[in-house]
């Protein structure tokens, strides 16, 4: 807008900067408490400043770990969580574009069936069906492990609808063109379909790979073994130490490296697909 | 290059919908053949059942003697234009053009080279074979189009409407450039429009298609002079050929209750439909006139004259006169045609008698 209305300036900047503050108020406190030392975050007030101890918290978040949790490095935690979420998102996403190929370029019977069964998926989440398929990752032999943590998540009902509209948008000229260049389905999928949907795929990383590294409630259930843990449910562990109160400057620190990943995923992709949206052209 | 024939050709659809009724048509070595109609007529169909995009419900098609029914697209040795042109978006111009090379297995150094040799047929640029399809303009992602299918040196040419998504001036540029590429060539060429100019200029045989059926395959010369069917007679040329409905009376057709047109000795008594182009119809002095306009309207076109009027008995007639007329809206003039240019229908089958 053009118009010059200081008082009205204000007041929408002072919205805004409201706004701005109720959502950055929690994560400076979680980033103040993560650089005092675990007595001075227990007294009454609450520090608003940072301290001087984050190098000495990291050290030990990383190297004698916390609470519950405490033969785990929180290094681990987070490794275990960037190959969690990195296999669900590559997972869904590879399953996905190959599951969208089929239903939109291939006539097989009951392929309409088949689409409608994989959307039907859409209302059973893991949460609705946890018992059963913990039966079945459990007789697989697959507790404790990568594959038990991502697995049973890569179905995703989404992705593919999202998939199949993206390569009715494909002209049919373009297959046809394809087909007489002698590429065949596969070949037209690897040089043509793919690099088309390049943005689509980027955009859904980044909300594959947020949704997998913040699962919670699988990870509880299919890992003991304390070397698999994830970081989010992690964080819970540490919460609940037997005899000690718990140590919340190391719970801060390792929610705040917690939040990163997700954070640096946004960050880098939005780049790319922002880039890929305004030069997209089918 | 190759000879390509159909014979019997057919096309019915799942839904039982016969797109093509039974085409026969032997295509020459080297010839430009242009298959024209108006839309849902079934060229495009029959066009696409050549490529391999289509299978064929019955009937034959085969190029250089070698039936192609089955074939994929890929063995059969074309290369097809598509309207939209269908340049793959992701890749260069120069990877657009290489990449059916590169699936058949075409050494690097052979792709290379006839890509260049392509792009400089075509005045295609190092610097835009570099360049992705969006960065060029429509007549140049055109020539990307026309280069894909060069590159492959096939044995016949499809082109689908190429020329439809462009604007007039380049329209009429590229359609020379593109009958003076077939030239050189020698490729076999099969080209579908609409458009009737287009038809006439490029082709050296027209098939004119209506319902599914060639209605007409000859020459553009023979099928203006000669139409064999009613249709053919309004699609081809431009403004469309007038029709007088007249009656046919011991080898002279009284059209409008005026004097007899001469009319080949063995024409039936009957009803008859009677076809003159625009063109063909001059104004005369009053004793030679056949028939007598009240003209309506004088369209001026700068060379020539488009007068729209009525006859007598209420039907429309149009004439293109060269010049500048020397009467006006209202007037009523005196019309006459040569003998040789008046063409008899038969009003109940369409047919040329």
């Known amino acids: 807008m053009v118009e010059n209305r200081p008082f009205a300036t204000f007041v929408s900047h002072f919205v805004l900067i409201l706004g701005v503050a109720i959502v950055?108020?929690?994560?400076?406190?979680?980033?103040?408490?993560?650089?005092?030392?675990?007595?001075?975050?227990?007294?009454?007030?609450?520090?608003?400043?940072?301290?001087?101890?984050?190098?000495?918290?990291?050290?030990?978040?990383?190297?004698?770990?916390?609470?519950?949790?405490?033969?785990?490095?929180?290094?681990?935690?987070?490794?275990?969580?960037?190959?969690?979420?990195?296999?669900?998102?590559?997972?869904?996403?590879?399953?996905?574009?190959?599951?969208?190929?089929?239903?939109?370029?291939?006539?097989?019977p009951f392929r309409m069936g088949f689409f409608w069964m994989i959307f039907i998926t859409l209302m059973l989440p893991v949460e609705v069906r946890i018992l059963p398929t913990f039966a079945v990752v459990a007789n697989l032999g697959m507790l404790n492990s990568y594959w038990g943590l991502s697995i049973p998540l890569i179905a995703s009902a989404t992705a593919t609808f999202m998939f199949r509209q993206v390569f009715l948008t494909v002209p049919d000229e373009l297959l046809e063109a394809a087909r007489i260049d002698g590429a065949g389905p596969l070949k037209f999928f690897r040089?043509?379909?793919?690099?088309?949907?390049?943005?689509?795929?980027?955009?859904?990383?980044?909300?594959?790979?947020?949704?997998?590294?913040?699962?919670?409630?699988?990870?509880?259930?299919?890992?003991?073994?304390?070397?698999?843990?994830?970081?989010?449910?992690?964080?819970?562990?540490?919460?609940?130490?037997?005899?000690?109160?718990?140590?919340?400057?190391?719970?801060?620190?390792?929610?705040?490296?917690?939040m990163l990943p997700p954070v640096l995923v946004v960050v880098v992709m939005q780049k790319m697909f922002v880039k890929g949206l305004t030069e997209t052209e089918k | 290059m190759a000879r390509v024939e159909l014979n019997g050709v057919r096309k019915t659809y799942p839904n039982g919908f016969q797109a093509i009724h039974g085409i026969d048509v032997n295509i020459a070595d080297g010839e430009f053949i242009v298959l024209v109609g108006p839309s849902g007529c079934g060229k495009s169909t029959l066009l696409r059942m050549v490529a391999g995009l289509e299978t064929v419900t019955d009937g034959e098609i085969s190029i250089g003697e070698r039936v192609v029914n089955q074939l994929e697209p890929a063995d059969r040795d074309i290369a097809m234009v598509f309207q939209n042109y269908a340049l793959y978006p992701h890749m260069t111009v120069y990877n657009n053009m290489a990449y059916g090379l590169r699936n058949r297995g075409t050494p690097k150094d052979e792709i290379e080279k006839r890509v260049r040799k392509a792009a400089d047929i075509l005045e295609l640029s190092e610097d835009q074979l570099a360049r992705k399809p969006r960065q060029l303009s429509g007549g140049q992602r055109q020539r990307v189009a026309m280069g894909r299918a060069i590159v492959r040196e096939p044995e016949v040419f499809l082109f689908d409407e190429p020329l439809s998504n462009l604007d007039a001036k380049l329209r009429v540029q590229m359609r020379l450039e593109i009958k003076r590429l077939q030239r050189s060539l020698g490729t076999t060429s099969i080209y579908v429009t609409h458009d009737q100019v287009e038809a006439m200029t490029m082709a050296d045989r027209l098939v004119v298609m209506n319902g599914g059926r060639a209605e007409q395959i000859g020459t553009p010369m023979e099928v203006y002079e000669r139409p064999a069917t009613v249709f053919v007679a309004g699609f081809i040329g431009s403004p469309?050929?007038?029709?007088?409905?007249?009656?046919?009376?011991?080898?002279?057709?009284?059209?409008?209750?005026?004097?007899?047109?001469?009319?080949?000795?063995?024409?039936?008594?009957?009803?008859?439909?009677?076809?003159?182009?625009?063109?063909?119809?001059?104004?005369?002095?009053?004793?030679a006139a056949m028939l007598e306009l009240a003209a309506e309207a004088v369209e001026p076109l700068g060379a020539d004259t488009l007068v729209h009027g009525r006859l007598g008995d209420g039907q429309l007639v149009?004439?293109?006169?060269?010049?500048?007329?020397?009467?006006?809206?209202?007037?009523?003039?005196?019309?006459?045609?040569?003998?040789?240019?008046?063409?008899?229908?038969?009003?109940?089958?369409?047919?040329?008698?």
């Open chain 1, 24 to 108: 950055a108020f929690p994560i400076w406190i979680t980033f103040v408490a993560a650089t005092h030392d675990g007595v001075r975050i227990t007294q009454v007030p609450l520090p608003l400043l940072p301290g001087d101890q984050l190098f000495a918290n990291l050290e030990s978040a990383f190297f004698t770990g916390v609470g519950n949790a405490r033969e785990q490095s929180v290094g681990m935690m987070l490794f275990n969580s960037l190959v969690m979420a990195l296999m669900i998102a590559g997972g869904k996403i590879a399953i996905s574009l190959l599951s969208a190929f089929a239903i939109v370029y291939f006539r097989f």
């Open chain 2, 240 to 287: 469309a050929m007038n029709f007088l409905e007249g009656r046919a009376e011991g080898g002279k057709v009284v059209v409008n209750g005026a004097a007899g047109l001469a009319a080949p000795a063995d024409i039936p008594d009957g009803p008859v439909l009677v076809g003159l182009r625009p063109e063909h119809l001059a104004v005369v002095d009053g004793g």
């Open chain 1, 191 to 258: 040089d043509i379909l793919l690099p088309l949907s390049r943005t689509n795929i980027a955009a859904l990383f980044v909300i594959l790979f947020i949704y997998g590294w913040n699962q919670y409630l699988w990870p509880l259930l299919v890992t003991t073994d304390k070397s698999m843990y994830t970081v989010v449910m992690g964080i819970k562990q540490m919460l609940e130490a037997a005899e000690e109160s718990p140590e919340w400057h190391l719970i801060m620190l390792t929610t705040l490296l917690a």
């Open chain 2, 318 to 353: 149009t004439i293109r006169l060269s010049g500048t007329p020397t009467f006006g809206e209202g007037d009523r003039i005196a019309l006459a045609a040569e003998a040789a240019n008046l063409h008899f229908f038969d009003p109940e089958t369409g047919r040329r008698i």
